[in-house]
């Protein structure tokens, strides 16, 4: 995968994007991963994240703070712009991100390292909240009746097919159109291997059948994860890409994927392409166009062997189809449309969530964005969750911050929130991989760990295992 305004015949090449084909020769060496710079505040000092976040009272700690929404907003924009600097003074550099591990890598059955010169190929997959969920139609009517907001982790994903349904329209049912991939720094990658976390037979031998969410070894302070999304574009013609207005078609607690959404642009891989007077998305017809250069989006280009693997996958295959009218193919762009980073700065994470905006200067949350984020990244707005009970919105409950591209697959995505679903990770059985209750609060009066929400909250039974909020692990190693 060819990353747009970079070369890959440098010894940047060992990207998360790259496919190993592309890497370049070097010695064997079990440490790929460009590192972050300090100079991004990262990793921040846990006591002034403590302080913004609220401040904590419990019997190892007495820090006061009070909710600081412009430093915790900073301090999100810091570790943007440090993922997304060069990752050397190369004028060809990728971002520091293209060097970080992906999930296949990190959760390779194999044991031990990967060796730097044989990369994992780049795999598109699906966001992780249709992955989990098989399709059913009596649950979706449960749900949609509000007797079960929350999709339940499939142990038995190989049931996803389309046997009563083609795959068209098993892809437009889902709203399957993101693309998503998650991706791992070095320390996070190195926690993750040296426990052997990646390893079932390795996590049920640490649960404890009389112990409820038995904590694993933390994750290092300076363990980063981050999850993608993507959206495909034609390199010959303009392509729809949609715009997250805070405007759902749907309201209330509906599912809104993207192909729902009321605006769309598009996108001129070529400039001066003529504008239609109509394009028709996931079924809604949208006017009044404008197109917007490929060079507003943080793109990369596909291959051959990127393309093909991603078409094995029925559902990213019937997705791509949705948008371009065909599979994938050598050539098309995947532009990035969001980006999760979640870093273990302090206990209870930092999370900040990122997503492609048309108009970024003139959106609330990306007026305050620093001078640090550079290039195309300008074009990125962000939301952050430091608190899982404050600040409180207008109706006095907990905040809420979502990404819609990673999000609202699901039912309730428009008032979910980060952290409240992490801090609830957990691994063992009957385990719930999603969390979007109607009130999102947690009762530790701190607000920044999990408690259960009710008696059976399967999440909080006997012989379960704390996964210290990356569950990654759960999804990955079921």
């Keep these: 995968m060819r990353a747009l305004g970079f070369t890959l015949a440098s010894a940047a090449a060992l990207a998360v994007l790259v496919s190993s084909h592309a890497v370049s020769q ?27 976040s609220g401040g904590i009272k419990s019997p190892n700690l007495n820090i006061p703070g009070k909710i600081d929404i412009a430093q915790q907003r900073a301090h999100g924009w810091m570790l943007f712009a440090g993922a997304t600097q060069p990752a050397s003074n190369q004028p060809d550099a990728q971002p520091v991100f293209h060097s970080w591990y992906t999930v296949e890598e990190a959760f390779d059955t194999a044991p031990g390292k990967i060796d730097c010169t044989k990369r994992h190929p780049f795999q598109l997959t699906l ?17 949609k009746n509000g007797l079960n907001v929350s999709p339940r982790f499939d142990p038995n994903p190989g049931q996803f097919t389309a046997t009563n349904a083609s795959v068209s329209t098993l892809a437009a049912h889902q709203g399957v159109v993101a693309f998503s991939h998650v991706a791992f720094n070095q320390d996070m990658y190195d926690w993750l291997r040296d426990n052997q976390f990646y390893s079932k037979a390795a996590l049920n031998q640490l649960r404890n059948a009389n112990v409820s969410r038995k904590p694993i070894t933390p994750v290092p302070t300076t363990g980063i994860s981050l999850k993608f999304s993507w959206w495909p574009v034609a390199p010959d013609r303009l392509t729809a890409v ?20 009321k605006r769309v642009v598009l996108v001129d891989p070529v400039g001066g392409l003529p ?60 532009v990035m449309t969001a980006l999760h980073i ?55 409950k907990p905040p809420i911050s979502y990404n819609p591209w990673l999000e609202f697959f699901q039912l309730g995505g428009t008032r979910s929130q980060c952290m409240a679903c992490h801090a609830r990770a957990a691994y063992g059985p009957n385990v719930r991989a999603a969390f979007n209750p109607s009130d999102m609060s947690t009762g530790d009066p701190n607000g920044f760990d999990a408690t259960p929400q009710s008696p059976s909250d399967p999440n909080f ?18």
């Excluded at 949208?286 to 793109?299: A, D, E, G, I, T």
């Excluded at 990244?377 to 404050?390: G, H, K, L, P, T």
């Design 461 to 478: 039974a006997k012989g379960t295992l704390d996964l210290d909020r990356v569950w990654t692990i759960f999804t990955r190693a079921e």
């Design 242 to 261: 949609p715009v997250w207005d805070n405007d759902p078609r749907f309201p209330g607690d509906a599912k809104n994927p993207p192909t729902t959404w």
């Design 342 to 396: 979640a870093t273990r700065e302090f206990p209870p994470w930092v999370f900040t969530t990122f997503w492609w905006s048309d108009n970024p200067t003139a959106n609330p949350l990306g007026k305050d964005m620093i001078s640090a984020v550079k290039g195309v990244f300008r074009n990125y707005i962000m939301d952050v969750s430091y608190n899982i009970n404050d600040p409180k919105g207008p109706n006095g």
């Design 275 to 334: 504008i239609p007077p109509k394009v028709t998305l996931g079924g809604f017809d949208h006017v009044n166009l404008k197109s917007v250069p490929l060079s507003r989006f943080y793109s990369v280009q596909v291959t051959k062997e990127e393309a093909d693997l991603a078409n094995s996958d029925f559902r990213i295959k019937a997705a791509a189809t949705a948008v371009l009218g065909r599979p994938l193919q050598a050539g098309d762009f995947i």
């Design 26 to 52: 070097q010695a064997p060496s079990t440490r790929c991963a460009a590192t972050m710079p300090a100079r991004f505040d990262w990793p921040a000092d846990p006591v002034k994240l403590w302080k913004m």
């Design 127 to 143: 966001p992780t909240q249709l992955v989990m969920v098989t399709p059913n139609p009596a649950r979706d009517m449960a749900e």
